[in-house]
């Protein structure tokens, strides 16, 4: 119907909605609202957001931080494990935090990222502190002596007897040239002992490590300056962790 003007009246129209008669529009409205409504259970959540992957944590040490003097201070000790070999850790969650590594053992981190040149600054920083953790529990303020029995024998099999074994970690541990480390491995039924520089680490290769002794001139600088052999000799002779190694066997 049109007004005097010519315009349509509004009224013609009040029966649709988007060109649809209301009475169909709204009954349509209402049942998409309450299909979405049954589409939902009603027990349904929000699902809470995933938590960060845990960081690997520091392992305490054995025994308290004065307890190897005098052949390794208090002071090295503080050094050693609580700036160093905490700064290792520290830097490694760092470095895998959001990757694919994290969440992963220490072990599992080492051995992924071994060899790979992308994966320096992980290896290098996993392995500082794989290392370091194998260290401190290769000594015993109760150490040296003589070997457990079963232990005794693969030494002697190996070396020919004890004195010849700590010869050898003590030359491998004074001529590694520059920051290292000394092994005493298992290779097979064999026993040996091995070198390796920086932070390169057994564990990566098919022997078993079974005890180490840290050459990096920050694990004996304070209390022997350069003088390496003197530190090793003495952690050979009083605080080398025979049971130790022999429990790694």
């Not at 960081?55 to 003097?69: G, I, N, T």
């Not at 700036?83 to 080492?110: D, P």
């Not at 990222?113 to 290769?138: I, L």
């Not at 050898?168 to 039924?189: I, N």
Request: overall charge positive; charged content about 20%; glycine content about 8%.
């Amino acid at each position: 119907m049109n007004t005097r003007d010519g315009m349509s009246n509004p009224d013609d129209h009040a029966g649709t909605l988007l060109g649809v008669p209301r009475r169909e529009f709204l009954a349509g409205a209402a049942g998409a609202i309450a299909l979405g409504a049954l589409a939902r259970p009603a027990h349904a959540v929000t699902p809470p957001a995933s938590k960060p992957a845990a960081a690997l944590a520091l392992p305490p040490l054995p025994y308290p931080e004065d307890a190897l003097a005098p052949v390794i201070s208090a002071q090295t000790i503080g050094l050693h494990y609580g700036k160093h070999h905490r700064g290792y850790l520290t830097k490694l969650n760092e470095l895998v935090a959001g990757t694919a590594l994290a969440g992963k053992s220490l072990e599992e981190v080492v051995r992924a990222s071994a060899g790979k040149p992308e994966q320096q600054a992980v290896f290098n920083n996993a392995a500082q502190v794989w290392n370091h953790t194998f260290y401190w529990r290769s000594l015993d303020p109760k150490g040296g002596g003589d070997p457990p029995a079963a232990l005794r024998k693969r030494i002697v099999d190996s070396f020919g007897d004890v004195a010849a074994c700590k010869k050898a970690l003590a030359e491998a541990a004074t001529s590694q040239f520059g920051s290292g480390w000394a092994w005493l491995v298992a290779d097979g039924a064999r026993l040996k002992v091995l070198k390796t520089g920086n932070a390169d680490t057994p564990l990566t290769s098919p022997v078993k490590p079974l005890l180490t002794i840290d050459v990096w001139e920050h694990a004996y600088y304070l209390d022997y300056q350069n003088r390496r052999a003197e530190h090793v000799g003495a952690l050979l002779d009083k605080l080398l962790n025979w049971t130790f190694a022999a429990a790694n066997l």
